[in-house]
T-cell receptor
Framework: EDQVTQSPEALRLQEGESSSLNCSYT??????LFWYRQDPGKGPEFLFT???AGEEKEKERLKATLTKKESFLHITAPKPEDSATYLC???????????FGKGTRLHILP | GAGVSQSPSNKVTEKGKDVELRCDPI?????LYWYRQSLGQGLEFLIY????????KSGLPSDRFSAERTGGSVSTLTIQRTEQRDSAMYRC????????????FGPGTRLTVT
């Protein structure tokens, strides 16, 4: 069964403490890996699209990378405003729908 | 410009009743998606509309669920004979042609079936 699995489920960091969130996928013929940010009570907000192993995308303190089996969202020197749930999703084969993981709840302590 | 809007924001209904949830996508966006999000769960795909093409209904959990999109814009998700397990946040998203996976989500409708 095609799946997208995120770890850890929750992560608490001190402000300035860098870390990485993991997204592993067992999707045959992955045709795109996407990262979203979701703030409490709001809909997800698009962050990045990755298509090829080795590809990297950056936005402010976030950098997303992709290998053949997983993706990482690296957060460098995070600030409290980076606290949110980060979702990754994978596109299957030639389907037009994407499968979301359950997310990582990130909490940055001031 | 205006984002994706959904109404109502909250809906409480009794088991067995029908409900309609509405989504207004961003103007000009050709793709529209419905998802369901339960506490502690990821976003579960329900249905996808792209322009005038036949919708992808493969995520609808039962025949009690249906959706339509009129005039390529507004969409309505209908749940008939609601059950308690239908309680969840229902989210709509839209995207523009050529950037289909850069989805813009609405604020959601919280459905509670009592």
């Amino acid at each position: 069964e095609d799946q997208v699995t995120q770890s850890p489920e929750a992560l608490r960091l001190q402000e300035g403490e860098s870390s990485s969130l993991n997204c592993s996928y067992t999707v045959s013929g992955l045709r795109g890996l996407f990262w979203y940010r979701q703030d409490p009570g709001k809909g997800p907000e698009f962050l990045f699209t990755l298509y090829s192993a080795g590809e990297e995308k950056e936005k402010e303190r976030l950098k997303a990378t992709l290998t053949k089996k997983e993706s990482f969202l690296h957060i460098t020197a995070p600030k409290p405003e980076d606290s949110a749930t980060y979702l990754c999703a994978g596109r299957l084969n030639r389907d037009d729908k994407i499968i979301f993981g359950k997310g990582t709840r990130l909490h940055i302590l001031p | 410009g205006a984002g994706v809007s959904q109404s109502p924001s909250n809906k409480v209904t009794e088991k067995g009743k029908d409900v309609e949830l509405r989504c207004d996508p961003i103007s000009g966006h050709t793709a529209l998606y419905w998802y369901r999000q339960s506490l502690g769960q990821g976003l579960e795909f329900l249905i996808y509309f792209q322009g005038n093409s036949a919708p992808d209904k493969s995520g609808l959990p039962s025949d009690r669920f249906s959706a339509e999109r009129t005039g390529g814009s507004v969409s309505t998700l209908t749940i008939q004979r609601t059950e308690q397990r239908d309680s969840a946040m229902y989210r709509c998203a839209s995207s523009e042609r050529g950037r289909r996976y850069e989805q813009y989500f609405g604020p959601g409708t919280r459905l509670t079936v009592t």
